[in-house]
Protein backbone atom coordinates (compact mmCIF):
# COMPACT_ATOMS: atom_id res chain seq x y z
CA UNK A 1 0.00 0.00 0.00
CA UNK A 2 1.19 3.88 -0.80
CA UNK A 3 2.45 5.62 1.78
CA UNK A 4 -0.11 8.15 2.02
CA UNK A 5 2.28 10.79 2.78
CA UNK A 6 3.59 11.28 -0.66
CA UNK A 7 -0.37 11.67 -1.85
CA UNK A 8 -0.86 15.80 -1.67
CA UNK A 9 -4.64 15.97 -2.26
CA UNK A 10 -5.74 20.23 -2.37
CA UNK A 11 -8.02 21.53 -0.17
CA UNK A 12 -10.84 21.97 -2.49
CA UNK A 13 -10.37 18.44 -3.94
CA UNK A 14 -9.47 16.81 -0.56
CA UNK A 15 -13.16 18.31 0.68
CA UNK A 16 -14.74 17.85 -2.86
CA UNK A 17 -14.30 13.49 -2.19
CA UNK A 18 -15.06 13.77 1.52
CA UNK A 19 -18.38 14.98 0.33
CA UNK A 20 -18.85 12.53 -2.33
CA UNK A 21 -18.96 15.52 -4.75
CA UNK A 22 -17.70 14.95 -8.70
CA UNK A 23 -14.49 15.44 -9.52
CA UNK A 24 -12.43 15.12 -12.89
CA UNK A 25 -8.74 14.16 -12.70
CA UNK A 26 -6.56 16.08 -15.73
CA UNK A 27 -2.96 15.49 -16.84
CA UNK A 28 -0.56 17.26 -16.87
CA UNK A 29 2.10 16.21 -20.00
CA UNK A 30 -0.09 18.40 -22.29
CA UNK A 31 0.71 21.11 -20.17
CA UNK A 32 4.22 20.65 -19.47
CA UNK A 33 5.35 18.73 -23.01
CA UNK A 34 2.15 18.68 -25.51
CA UNK A 35 1.35 22.61 -26.43
CA UNK A 36 3.30 25.35 -27.07
CA UNK A 37 3.85 28.55 -24.44
CA UNK A 38 1.46 30.30 -23.43
CA UNK A 39 -0.92 27.79 -25.08
CA UNK A 40 -0.29 25.40 -22.60
CA UNK A 41 -0.73 27.17 -19.32
CA UNK A 42 -4.35 28.79 -20.98
CA UNK A 43 -5.09 25.52 -22.24
CA UNK A 44 -4.85 24.31 -18.46
CA UNK A 45 -6.67 26.86 -17.15
CA UNK A 46 -9.20 26.69 -19.86
CA UNK A 47 -9.44 23.04 -19.11
CA UNK A 48 -9.97 23.65 -15.05
CA UNK A 49 -13.02 26.06 -16.20
CA UNK A 50 -14.97 23.93 -17.93
CA UNK A 51 -15.02 20.93 -15.70
CA UNK A 52 -16.09 23.57 -13.30
CA UNK A 53 -18.68 24.95 -15.33
CA UNK A 54 -19.96 21.07 -16.01
CA UNK A 55 -20.68 21.40 -12.12
CA UNK A 56 -17.47 18.87 -10.91
CA UNK A 57 -14.20 20.01 -9.39
CA UNK A 58 -10.87 20.09 -11.20
CA UNK A 59 -7.67 17.85 -10.18
CA UNK A 60 -5.23 17.97 -12.57
CA UNK A 61 -2.12 15.72 -11.99
CA UNK A 62 1.48 16.56 -11.13
CA UNK A 63 4.58 15.28 -9.79
CA UNK A 64 6.17 18.28 -7.79
CA UNK A 65 9.78 18.19 -5.53
CA UNK A 66 8.82 14.27 -5.38
CA UNK A 67 5.14 14.58 -4.48
CA UNK A 68 1.87 13.07 -6.02
CA UNK A 69 0.06 16.12 -5.96
CA UNK A 70 -3.96 15.50 -6.99
CA UNK A 71 -5.09 19.13 -7.76
CA UNK A 72 -2.92 22.45 -8.76
CA UNK A 73 -3.03 25.97 -7.91
CA UNK A 74 -2.20 28.84 -9.77
CA UNK A 75 1.44 28.88 -9.50
CA UNK A 76 1.79 25.10 -9.52
CA UNK A 77 0.69 25.30 -12.59
CA UNK A 78 2.55 27.89 -13.99
CA UNK A 79 5.54 25.83 -12.43
CA UNK A 80 4.34 22.46 -14.42
CA UNK A 81 4.01 24.98 -17.75
CA UNK A 82 7.18 26.72 -17.50
CA UNK A 83 9.55 24.98 -20.61
CA UNK A 84 12.46 27.27 -18.52
CA UNK A 85 12.08 24.48 -15.68
CA UNK A 86 12.80 20.71 -16.12
CA UNK A 87 9.78 19.33 -15.83
CA UNK A 88 10.14 15.42 -16.55
CA UNK A 89 7.74 13.16 -18.60
CA UNK A 90 6.72 10.43 -16.11
CA UNK A 91 5.38 7.42 -16.85
CA UNK A 92 4.21 4.93 -14.14
CA UNK A 93 7.69 3.16 -14.69
CA UNK A 94 9.43 6.67 -13.39
CA UNK A 95 7.38 7.67 -10.37
CA UNK A 96 9.62 5.80 -7.76
CA UNK A 97 12.79 7.97 -9.09
CA UNK A 98 10.73 10.80 -9.30
CA UNK A 99 10.15 10.17 -5.64
CA UNK A 100 13.26 9.51 -4.48
CA UNK A 101 15.17 12.36 -6.63
CA UNK A 102 12.25 15.32 -5.59
CA UNK A 103 11.65 16.18 -9.27
CA UNK A 104 9.23 17.68 -10.90
CA UNK A 105 7.30 15.72 -13.36
CA UNK A 106 4.36 15.80 -15.84
CA UNK A 107 2.00 12.82 -15.19
CA UNK A 108 1.33 10.41 -18.98
CA UNK A 109 -2.32 9.19 -18.98
CA UNK A 110 -0.83 5.45 -17.48
CA UNK A 111 0.85 8.19 -14.40
CA UNK A 112 -2.70 10.35 -13.76
CA UNK A 113 -4.68 7.15 -13.65
CA UNK A 114 -2.39 5.56 -11.06
CA UNK A 115 -2.35 8.34 -8.86
CA UNK A 116 -6.03 9.46 -9.40
CA UNK A 117 -7.01 5.56 -8.21
CA UNK A 118 -5.20 6.33 -5.14
CA UNK A 119 -6.76 9.97 -4.32
CA UNK A 120 -10.20 8.59 -4.91
CA UNK A 121 -11.22 9.99 -8.51
CA UNK A 122 -12.81 8.25 -10.82
CA UNK A 123 -13.11 9.83 -13.90
CA UNK A 124 -10.14 11.27 -16.05
CA UNK A 125 -9.83 13.35 -19.23
CA UNK A 126 -7.26 13.72 -21.53
CA UNK A 127 -6.47 13.97 -25.36
CA UNK A 128 -5.48 11.28 -26.82
CA UNK A 129 -4.35 7.96 -25.51
CA UNK A 130 -1.29 6.48 -25.98
CA UNK A 131 -0.98 2.89 -27.74
CA UNK A 132 0.74 0.32 -30.02
CA UNK A 133 3.34 2.32 -31.97
CA UNK A 134 3.83 1.81 -36.04
CA UNK A 135 6.89 -0.64 -36.90
CA UNK A 136 7.98 -4.04 -36.68
CA UNK A 137 9.22 -3.90 -33.32
CA UNK A 138 5.94 -4.73 -30.06
CA UNK A 139 6.45 -1.31 -28.80
CA UNK A 140 3.07 -0.58 -26.55
CA UNK A 141 2.29 2.45 -24.59
CA UNK A 142 2.29 1.97 -21.06
CA UNK A 143 -1.09 3.52 -20.83
CA UNK A 144 -2.67 0.14 -22.38
CA UNK A 145 -1.69 -1.98 -19.41
CA UNK A 146 -3.26 0.90 -17.17
CA UNK A 147 -6.09 1.04 -18.76
CA UNK A 148 -6.75 -3.23 -18.55
CA UNK A 149 -6.04 -2.94 -14.89
CA UNK A 150 -7.29 0.87 -13.37
CA UNK A 151 -11.50 1.12 -12.98
CA UNK A 152 -11.28 4.43 -14.06
CA UNK A 153 -13.92 6.25 -16.54
CA UNK A 154 -11.42 7.65 -18.96
CA UNK A 155 -12.38 9.93 -21.19
CA UNK A 156 -10.62 11.01 -24.54
CA UNK A 157 -10.62 10.74 -28.25
CA UNK A 158 -9.38 7.66 -28.94
CA UNK A 159 -5.58 6.88 -29.23
CA UNK A 160 -2.72 9.55 -31.09
CA UNK A 161 -3.41 9.32 -34.88
CA UNK A 162 0.70 8.85 -34.74
CA UNK A 163 0.22 5.32 -33.33
CA UNK A 164 -0.89 1.95 -35.43
CA UNK A 165 -4.55 2.76 -34.59
CA UNK A 166 -5.41 -1.04 -36.03
CA UNK A 167 -3.08 -2.82 -33.54
CA UNK A 168 -4.26 -0.31 -30.44
CA UNK A 169 -7.96 -1.28 -30.63
CA UNK A 170 -6.93 -4.97 -31.01
CA UNK A 171 -4.99 -4.53 -28.21
CA UNK A 172 -7.75 -3.19 -26.02
CA UNK A 173 -10.05 -5.56 -27.00
CA UNK A 174 -7.70 -8.33 -26.39
CA UNK A 175 -7.53 -6.91 -22.71
CA UNK A 176 -10.77 -6.58 -22.03
CA UNK A 177 -11.10 -2.65 -22.20
CA UNK A 178 -14.59 -1.90 -22.90
CA UNK A 179 -14.37 1.18 -25.65
CA UNK A 180 -17.35 3.02 -25.49
CA UNK A 181 -18.17 5.50 -28.14
CA UNK A 182 -19.57 8.31 -27.16
CA UNK A 183 -22.59 9.38 -29.16
CA UNK A 184 -20.46 7.85 -32.07
CA UNK A 185 -20.30 4.34 -33.44
CA UNK A 186 -16.47 3.89 -34.34
CA UNK A 187 -13.61 4.83 -32.09
CA UNK A 188 -12.83 8.65 -33.56
CA UNK A 189 -9.30 8.86 -35.06
CA UNK A 190 -8.26 11.98 -32.37
CA UNK A 191 -7.68 14.75 -35.15
CA UNK A 192 -10.79 12.95 -37.55
CA UNK A 193 -13.86 11.40 -36.29
CA UNK A 194 -14.21 8.30 -38.52
CA UNK A 195 -11.56 5.55 -37.92
CA UNK A 196 -13.42 2.35 -39.19
CA UNK A 197 -12.71 0.44 -35.91
CA UNK A 198 -15.75 -0.21 -34.19
CA UNK A 199 -16.73 0.62 -30.59
CA UNK A 200 -18.13 -2.07 -28.05
CA UNK A 201 -21.01 0.06 -27.38
CA UNK A 202 -22.48 3.38 -28.18
CA UNK A 203 -23.88 5.45 -25.25
CA UNK A 204 -25.58 8.63 -26.23
CA UNK A 205 -25.72 10.70 -22.78
CA UNK A 206 -23.56 10.61 -19.23
CA UNK A 207 -26.50 8.79 -17.75
CA UNK A 208 -25.98 5.86 -20.02
CA UNK A 209 -22.00 6.29 -19.26
CA UNK A 210 -22.83 6.39 -15.58
CA UNK A 211 -24.72 3.13 -15.73
CA UNK A 212 -21.97 1.37 -17.62
CA UNK A 213 -19.17 2.58 -14.62
CA UNK A 214 -21.46 1.01 -12.37
CA UNK A 215 -22.24 -2.84 -13.88
CA UNK A 216 -18.46 -2.62 -14.00
CA UNK A 217 -17.94 -1.99 -10.37
CA UNK A 218 -20.57 -4.22 -9.15
CA UNK A 219 -19.57 -6.84 -11.68
CA UNK A 220 -15.73 -6.92 -9.98
CA UNK A 221 -14.31 -5.83 -13.33
CA UNK A 222 -10.86 -4.06 -12.42
CA UNK A 223 -10.59 -2.60 -16.16
CA UNK A 224 -11.21 1.09 -17.13
CA UNK A 225 -14.27 1.98 -19.48
CA UNK A 226 -12.77 4.32 -22.17
CA UNK A 227 -14.74 6.52 -23.24
CA UNK A 228 -14.08 7.65 -27.33
CA UNK A 229 -15.80 10.87 -27.67
CA UNK A 230 -15.01 12.91 -31.43
CA UNK A 231 -12.95 15.85 -31.86
CA UNK A 232 -15.80 18.53 -32.80
CA UNK A 233 -16.56 19.04 -36.49
CA UNK A 234 -15.83 22.46 -36.74
CA UNK A 235 -11.71 21.54 -35.40
CA UNK A 236 -12.03 17.78 -37.59
CA UNK A 237 -8.86 18.16 -39.74
CA UNK A 238 -9.92 17.25 -43.40
CA UNK A 239 -8.78 13.46 -44.07
CA UNK A 240 -6.49 14.71 -47.10
CA UNK A 241 -4.64 17.42 -44.86
CA UNK A 242 -3.61 15.05 -41.55
CA UNK A 243 -2.65 12.44 -43.49
CA UNK A 244 -0.04 14.34 -45.88
CA UNK A 245 0.87 15.89 -42.59
CA UNK A 246 1.64 12.58 -40.88
CA UNK A 247 3.52 11.15 -43.64
CA UNK A 248 5.74 13.80 -43.77
CA UNK A 249 6.07 13.81 -40.06
CA UNK A 250 7.08 10.54 -40.28
CA UNK A 251 9.56 10.69 -43.23
CA UNK A 252 11.40 13.60 -40.87
CA UNK A 253 11.40 11.62 -37.55
CA UNK A 254 13.20 8.54 -39.41
CA UNK A 255 15.63 10.95 -41.37
CA UNK A 256 16.51 12.48 -37.70
CA UNK A 257 16.26 8.91 -36.13
CA UNK A 258 13.89 10.08 -33.58
CA UNK A 259 12.67 7.20 -31.32
CA UNK A 260 11.36 6.43 -27.95
CA UNK A 261 9.24 8.58 -25.70
CA UNK A 262 10.26 11.80 -27.63
CA UNK A 263 8.88 10.63 -31.11
CA UNK A 264 5.61 10.88 -30.58
CA UNK A 265 5.44 14.71 -29.34
CA UNK A 266 7.89 15.35 -32.38
CA UNK A 267 5.55 13.89 -34.82
CA UNK A 268 2.57 15.84 -33.02
CA UNK A 269 4.89 19.62 -33.66
CA UNK A 270 5.64 18.54 -36.76
CA UNK A 271 1.97 17.56 -38.22
CA UNK A 272 0.86 21.14 -36.35
CA UNK A 273 3.99 22.81 -38.12
CA UNK A 274 2.64 20.95 -42.07
CA UNK A 275 -1.17 21.39 -41.25
CA UNK A 276 -0.90 25.05 -41.01
CA UNK A 277 -1.89 24.68 -37.11
CA UNK A 278 -4.68 22.82 -37.93
CA UNK A 279 -3.72 19.64 -36.05
CA UNK A 280 -3.27 21.96 -32.79
CA UNK A 281 -6.54 23.76 -33.17
CA UNK A 282 -8.14 20.45 -33.29
CA UNK A 283 -5.98 19.32 -30.42
CA UNK A 284 -7.07 22.15 -27.83
CA UNK A 285 -10.54 21.91 -29.06
CA UNK A 286 -11.05 18.18 -27.84
CA UNK A 287 -9.35 18.56 -24.94
CA UNK A 288 -11.67 21.07 -24.25
CA UNK A 289 -14.96 18.89 -25.17
CA UNK A 290 -13.27 15.99 -23.42
CA UNK A 291 -13.60 17.81 -20.10
CA UNK A 292 -16.93 18.99 -20.87
CA UNK A 293 -18.34 15.50 -21.53
CA UNK A 294 -15.91 14.13 -18.78
CA UNK A 295 -17.40 16.73 -16.35
CA UNK A 296 -21.13 15.93 -16.99
CA UNK A 297 -20.55 11.99 -17.05
CA UNK A 298 -18.58 12.69 -13.11
CA UNK A 299 -21.83 14.06 -11.68
CA UNK A 300 -24.03 11.49 -13.08
CA UNK A 301 -21.78 8.72 -11.88
CA UNK A 302 -22.13 10.31 -8.30
CA UNK A 303 -25.86 10.60 -8.76
CA UNK A 304 -26.01 6.71 -9.38
CA UNK A 305 -24.21 6.40 -6.36
CA UNK A 306 -26.16 8.25 -4.29
Known amino acids: MMNRELLHINEEV???LAAGL???ALESTVIA?????PLNL???????QTVRAGGAVPATVAVLAGKLCVGLDEDQLARIADHERQVHKLSRRDLAVAVAREWDGATTVATTMW?????GVKVFATGGIGGVHRGALPDV???????????LVVVCSGAKIVLDLPATREWLETHGVTVVGYG???MPAFYTRPSGLAVDARADSAQEVARIARARDRLGLTGAVLITVPV?????????VMHAALDEALREAERLKVRGRELTPFLLSRMSEQSGGATLAANVALLDNNARVAAQIAVEIMTVEC
Open 42 to 48: ETAHRLE
Open 141 to 151: SADLPELAQTP
Open 33 to 37: HGLPR
Open 22 to 24: PVV
Open 14 to 16: QTA
Open 115 to 119: IARQA
Open 232 to 240: PAAAEVPAD
Open 184 to 186: CDE
